[in-house]
């Protein structure tokens, strides 16, 4: 039996009064909902606001306080970078906008509307970058809008990851970064957060790097011209996620004695799917034109489908209207992936033998505009097992579902494969 996994990527809003669930017209979803068995699941643990990366990892059966890094080395893979460990640290990037004399954030993504080929002039200026202590240098990739990768390092001394975010809204528990809800809209130092010499050099390095970055951007003839347009000029960078190592883990066929394959869009989790030896569709990166992008996502699911035991399937959009806190967006978002991926999906496989996943990787309320540390609803649908006879897919009747609450994400694909096997 072949299993498609599709992560909704910050599709859930907790258990607020007026989710994105609850309002969406997604008729394709909510048709499979009565056949399923639905629960919820905290993608990490209780209390935890988790990041996308580390939480993918957790849904991939790998317990992140175990086996997470950091997502700087993860997201440099998915960028065609690997780190020279011990001398270099990666990190998460985001291309932002400050008051380059008192350095106060005013967008900590520069009005979401930097284009991919801004990005990767701006990253031109930055790359190859030397710093002034510590034999210092900078690796720069552009991504995706206004995301980047940043690695750090030096020629001469070792460098530990064990540093602070420089991006406020997210901090460090342990390599663990999680969304905080009140922060200063500033940029903060970069700070060692142990004693090593290490730790102090790979801070030094950060401050330099982020007061260089202003220096250079700012006048950059991109951000002149933005500027003169009306929009917000992207002059600075903010780090987070630091690591200076790869995780160490078991390819996951080797795990679950299956074979795995992935849909993804963004660095992050294309590193990971690399990471653990998943079969990776090449897919252009997410549009406005959500009919064609999910057209290709379906073509790329399909053929891995044919080649692969379990295909995982992960769809940015109702992530992002989530951060902004637009809800109409947000609802429209999950409306195109049911319309566009998941209804023509269904129609060009046999349910009789395919069975589905359907979650989250985290909450992110539209009210909050940011990760919450709520569990996220799940819906499993195994060909001749049972389902719990709920009529639409959302939190609260995933809340009433017989999957329970799943502790943990890792636990997620151990409790299904069971289930594949009992039915």
């Known amino acids: ?15 607020i009064e007026k989710t994105a669930l609850e309002a969406a017209n997604k ?17 990490i643990g209780k209390g935890i606001a988790p990041e996308s990366d580390a939480a993918v990892l957790s849904l991939l059966g790998y317990d992140p306080h175990k086996y997470y890094t950091g997502r700087g080395p993860l997201e440099a893979l998915g960028a065609g970078v690997r780190i020279k460990e011990g001398f270099e640290v990666a990190f998460r990037a985001n291309f932002a906008t400050v008051n380059p004399v008192d350095l106060s954030i005013i967008d900590r993504r520069c009005g979401r509307d930097l284009t991919s080929e801004e990005g990767r002039e701006l990253a031109s200026v930055l790359d190859g970058m030397k710093l002034p202590i510590h034999e210092g240098y900078v690796r720069f990739r552009a991504t995706i809008g206004h995301r980047a990768v940043v690695v750090i ?27 905080v809800r009140d922060y200063e809209m500033r940029i903060p130092l970069c700070r060692p957060l142990d004693s090593s010499e290490e730790a102090k050099r790979a801070a030094d390095l950060v401050n330099e790097f982020t007061r260089k970055v202003i220096e250079i951007l700012d006048k950059h003839p991109i951000n002149i011209k933005r500027a003169k347009e009306g ?24 795990v679950f004695g299956r074979s795995f394959s992935a849909v993804v869009e963004m660095p992050v989790e294309k590193g990971i799917a690399l990471l653990l030896d998943m079969k990776v569709a090449q897919v252009p990166p997410p549009t406005k034109d959500k009919a064609k992008d999910y057209e290709e996502r379906l073509a790329a699911t399909l053929k891995l489908l044919r080649e692969t035991d379990v295909v995982y399937v992960h769809l940015k959009g109702p992530d992002e209207p989530g951060h902004d806190g637009d809800f109409k967006r947000k609802v429209k978002a999950i409306e195109l992936i049911d319309e566009y991926f998941v209804s023509p999906l269904f ?30 609803p799940v819906m ?35 409790k299904v494969f069971n289930l594949m096997k009992s039915r």
């Open 1 to 15: 039996m072949k299993l498609i996994y599709l992560v909704l990527d910050g599709a859930s809003d907790g258990f």
């Open 27 to 43: 008729p394709a979803l909510d048709s499979l909902t009565p056949e399923s068995r639905l629960g919820l699941m905290y993608p």
């Open 153 to 179: 390092g030096s020629t001469k001394h070792r460098l530990s990851g064990n540093v602070s975010n420089t991006d406020p809204a997210y901090v460090k528990r342990g390599v663990i970064s999680v969304a």
């Open 231 to 254: 929009r917000l000029k992207a002059n600075a960078v903010l780090l987070r996620d630091s690591g200076d190592t790869l995780p160490k883990v078991k390819p996951i066929k080797e």
């Open 347 to 376: 129609d060009k496989i046999n349910l009789d033998d395919t069975a589905l996943i359907v979650t989250s990787d985290h909450c992110t309320p539209w009210t909050l505009k940011s990760h919450s540390s709520d569990p996220v």
């Open 380 to 414: 499993v649908k195994i060909p001749g097992m049972n389902g719990d006879g709920l009529k639409n897919f959302t939190e609260k009747n995933c809340e009433k579902g017989s999957l329970g609450l799943i502790e943990h994400g890792w636990l997620l694909l151990p």
